[in-house]
């Protein structure tokens, strides 16, 4: 089993910054790879995008390509995501999850509520 917990949310202004980060304990020598997926009132889920443990490749929705980053500190099991220049539709409960490799994400974390005001 792997246990996620986010935590950084929080109510920004249109144009701000917030950093989420995303701890991860458990068997995390199982997961390739994390990510990081938003869900806003009553829309599906979507993908905001992923960086593999090993070599830190980065991948990234293009709805927030340029204005979003993510990292990792391998030795804390931590990852991060880093919004800037944030929008209000970019409002949003912020999950991370872990993927064993391919598409699949097995493990998730609780949730993170971002909020951005107009």
């Known amino acids: 089993q792997v246990q996620l917990v986010e935590s950084g949310g929080g109510l920004v202004q249109a144009g701000g910054s917030l950093r989420l980060s995303c701890a991860a304990s458990?068997?995390?020598?199982?997961?390739?790879?994390m990510g990081w997926f938003r869900q806003a009132p009553g829309k599906e889920r979507e993908f905001v995008g992923s960086?593999?443990?090993?070599?830190?490749?980065?991948y990234y929705a293009d709805s927030v390509k340029g204005r979003f980053s993510i990292s990792s500190d391998n030795a804390k099991n931590t990852v991060y995501l880093q919004m800037n220049s944030l929008k209000p539709e970019d409002t949003a409960v912020y999950y991370c999850?872990?993927?064993?490799?391919?598409?699949?994400?097995?493990?998730w974390g609780q949730g993170t509520q971002v909020t951005v005001s107009s």
């Open positions: 999850a872990a993927s064993g490799g391919g598409d699949e994400y097995d493990y």
């Open positions: 458990g068997r995390i020598f199982s997961t390739y790879a």
């Open positions: 960086i593999t443990w090993s070599g830190g490749s980065t």
